[in-house]
Nanobody, 125 residues
Framework: QAQLVESGGGSVQAGGSLRLSCAASGRTFSKKNMGWFRQAPGKERELVAAISSGATTYYADSVKGRFTISRDNAKNTVYLQMNSLKPEDTAVYYC???????????????????WGQGTQVTVSS
């Protein structure tokens, strides 16, 4: 079964930066659209950013201008550079992807076949 391994989370003060990485197994990574999602306690899953197989990007309004998603198909890895972090960015961050467009993933009920363990991001004020 394919795997997703997220890393790079941590605790930072407001205004700080973190870079998340997601290593994916499998031979079809380059053909998949990929996204970063987050879920805070008591809240629904939220699509944060997405990047298509052709490198077109999507960002939630809440992170536009602060977060940057990128991918390295040679390494089967997708990244999320997070700058100017705010306390409201605190959540567990996950990556995932398939052939759907990002607008489908905005629905918090959209189902993926599997998830990784996620990486915790905590931003203090």
């Amino acid at each position: 079964q394919a795997q997703l391994v997220e890393s790079g989370g941590g605790s930072v003060q407001a205004g700080g930066s973190l870079r998340l990485s997601c290593a994916a197994s499998g031979r079809t990574f380059s053909k998949k659209n990929m996204g970063w999602f987050r879920q805070a306690p008591g809240k629904e899953r939220e699509l944060v950013a997405a990047i298509s197989s052709g490198a077109t990007t999507y960002y939630a309004d809440s992170v536009k201008g602060r977060f940057t998603i990128s991918r390295d198909n040679a390494k089967n890895t997708v990244y999320l550079q997070m700058n100017s972090l705010k306390p409201e960015d605190t959540a567990v961050y996950y990556c995932n992807g398939d052939g759907a467009v990002a607008t489908a993933w905005v629905d918090a009920k959209y189902e993926f076949d599997y998830w990784g363990q996620g990486t915790q991001v905590t931003v203090s004020s």
